[in-house]
Each structure stands twice: as structure tokens, then as C-alpha cells.
């Protein structure tokens, strides 16, 4: 749709709610010690195939804090982004032909990475709503299933799953021998203060279960591609060869920012989290007016999954509230083979000041 962008009218600047990246800079605590180390040769070098100790033991530590568990170093992998991530994991646990259940809508590169290994991605498509139920996930499983996907908050959808779901869907995981992967790209912004689920409690949780985390939310670094695997260490072990055909080691210098985030900017990510919540309220409450007969389904996090009322497809949709009203979504056939009417919206980069006219520019998209 980038073609598009030329044609939007003068008097409707854009409003990109296409991507889920910050739209702000990393705080200085990050700037100022990458500035510190550019002439450090040692950053330069090739590092550990699963991280730096230090770099892992401090998300270990942050993790333990943030999910009242105990996680130990050992069993943290870092990687060059979560996509990575999750593909290490689903290349290192299935072969082709096995499958993969993913929940629809699906994010999409989770379904592309699984098309590509040559893995079965075994569709969900949720009878109520956008969570799954744990009969749901466990009539998709088979004897060549090797792993559940979930995404908490979700992308697209932005809604956060239940701890109760999450431990269900662990205890179905464990019962039916699979790995219950939980991508928790954007947990930092679960509401509430309450960890976002207790499987981490659990005695013997990493035998069935891998938590993928991204750290370009978290700290505005996204072009440092940095995340990490938290699960097994005999998986680790496992993944740490195909990194090192495919990278050889995470990034250096993203690691370094990690340690330096980590360390000094609790009340900086605090803030941000709080400036997206109030993006977030203040999406939801011009959706609670159904604008232009655009309805919201779900949000958290970064996104809003939203339905349109008109006869045509989701990509035409999308493509008319870019060049007519400058309003720049996703439609729902990124996420979903069969999406409905449906758009995915992410107000976590905008202002308030431009969510204040997205009411109007919905409500005048021609029909």
C-alpha cells in the first residue's frame, strides 16, 4: 500500500497505525553507554552462541522479578530478535511434516516461518470471540503435533489471555507430550501489576513450555534485533547449533543495550507503558462509538482488532482509509486466510493529538 501514500489529501496528514515499533527513542541510560563502548573491540567480536553470562543473568533476574519465579541464567538464550526466537525453537522441536497449532488470527510470521520449514501450521479458529478454549487447542492436536503457540497480548489482536488459560493450556501441553510456546513479545504491557501468568511457579515447567520475549518494546531498540528464549537448557543446547549456522551469536551490541536498560530505566519504561495505556483508552473509547461502522472486537497492548461494515474485502478497506482518509491499518488477510472484515490497528505509535480526529476520518470513508 505504500503507493498509496501519495495520493493521501493534503488536509488528512497521516495517521500510521500500520506497525507495532515504538515511536520514541531508547532512554539515555541506552544511548549514552552504547556511545561509551562504539570503540570497544570486544563488541566488535563474535560473543557466546546463547548471549553474554552477564546479559542473561539480568534478564533472568528481571524475568524472576517480573513473574515472582525463580529463572535461572541457564535457562535464557538470547537471539537476534523473538522472531528469531521463535524460529529456533519451532526448527529445533519439529521436523517437516510435523505441525504446529496456532491460534487465528495468527501472527503472520510465525504461519510464514512454519510454510517455510516445511511444517503443518494447524489452524484454531476460536467459536467465540478471539482466545481460544483448551478443548479447542486440544482437538487440533495429533500424533505428529509437536507444539501450541500462544501469543499473550496478542498480535493482532491485542488481548491479553487469562493466567487460567495460559495454565491450561500448560497442563494440556505436558499431558499430550508438546511444547506449549507462549510468545510474550508484549507482556511489559499486561494491565495491572499481577504477573502475567504463574507457570514459571511451577516445579518442572520447562520440560513443556518455552516463553519467547522481545526487548524492542520494551526499550525502543528494535533495529538492535534483540530477544531471548526463556525454556529448557537442553532445548538451549539444542537451538545454540542453529545459531550458529544462521547468526553464530546475538548481537553484541543489542546485549548491551539490554544490560543497560535493564539496569536503570524501571521508571522510563513505566512512563511508557502508562503513555501507550492512555493511547489505548483513548482508542477504545472512539471505537465505543462505532465511527463510520468500524467496531472494536479486542485491544492491549499496541493493537485494536476492528471490523468494518462494508461490503468489500478488508484489503480494500485498508486501502481506501490510507489514500482517502490517511489512515494507514493492516487488514486482517496479513493475519487470517479467511479474515472477515476485519483491520488491524495499532495505536500505540500515535499521539493523542491524532487518535482525536481518527473518529471523523472513520466516519467519512465512502461507502
Not at 71 to 96: E, K, R
Amino acid at each position: 500500500m505504500h503507493h498509496l501514500l501519495d495520493r493521501i489529501p493534503a488536509d488528512r496528514p497521516l495517521i500510521d497505525l500500520s506497525q507495532g515499533a515504538p515511536g520514541y527513542p531508547p532512554p539515555a541510560a541506552i544511548t549514552d553507554r552504547l556511545r561509551e563502548i562504539a570503540g570497544d573491540p570486544t563488541m566488535a567480536r563474535y560473543g557466546p552462541p546463547l548471549g553474554v553470562d552477564e546479559v542473561r543473568r539480568a534478564v533472568a533476574e528481571d524475568l524472576s522479578t517480573a513473574y515472582g519465579a525463580s529463572i535461572g541464567a541457564d535457562h535464557v538464550a538470547m537471539t537476534t530478535g523473538c522472531n528469531q526466537a521463535f524460529s529456533l525453537v519451532a526448527s529445533t522441536i519439529a521436523a517437516p511434516g510435523d505441525n504446529v497449532v496456532l491460534v487465528l488470527p495468527y501472527y503472520f510470521n510465525h504461519h510464514m516461518w512454519l510454510e517455510l520449514d516445511n511444517l503443518e501450521a494447524r489452524l484454531v479458529r476460536p467459536a467465540t470471540g478471539v482466545a481460544p478454549t483448551v478443548d479447542e487447542l486440544a482437538s487440533a492436536l495429533d500424533d505428529r503435533t509437536r507444539a501450541i503457540v500462544l501469543v499473550t497480548p496478542g498480535n493482532p489482536t491485542g488481548l491479553t489471555l487469562e493466567p487460567d488459560l495460559i495454565a491450561a493450556a500448560a497442563d494440556l501441553a505436558s499431558a499430550r507430550d508438546v511444547v506449549l510456546i507462549l510468545d510474550e513479545t508484549y507482556r511489559s504491557f499486561v494491565p495491572g501489576d499481577a504477573a502475567p501468568h504463574e507457570v514459571f511457579r511451577r516445579a518442572g515447567w520447562a520440560d513443556h513450555v518455552v516463553s519467547l520475549h522481545s526487548f524492542s518494546k520494551d526499550l525502543a531498540i528494535p533495529g538492535h534485533r534483540t530477544g531471548c528464549i526463556v525454556g529448557h537448557p537442553g532445548l538451549l543446547a539444542e537451538a545454540s547449533k542453529l545459531i550458529d549456522c544462521i547468526t553464530i551469536c546475538p548481537t553484541r551490541i543489542g546485549q548491551e543495550a539490554v544490560l543497560a536498560g535493564l539496569a536503570d530505566t524501571s521508571g522510563w519504561r513505566a512512563a511508557k507503558v502508562a503513555e501507550i495505556a492512555a493511547n489505548e483508552a483513548r482508542f477504545r473509547a472512539i471505537l465505543a462509538e462505532r465511527p463510520g461502522g468500524f467496531e472494536l472486537h479486542a485491544a492491549g497492548a499496541y493493537y485494536g482488532w476492528v471490523s468494518h461494515d462494508r461490503e468489500a474485502s478488508s484489503d480494500t478497506v485498508a486501502e481506501r482509509l490510507l489514500a482517502e482518509q490517511g489512515v494507514y491499518t493492516l487488514p486482517g488477510s496479513a493475519f487470517d486466510p479467511e479474515p472477515g472484515p476485519m483491520l488491524r490497528f495499532s495505536f500505540a505509535n500515535a499521539s493523542i493529538e491524532q487518535l482525536d480526529t481518527l473518529g471523523d476520518r472513520l466516519s467519512a470513508l465512502s461507502r
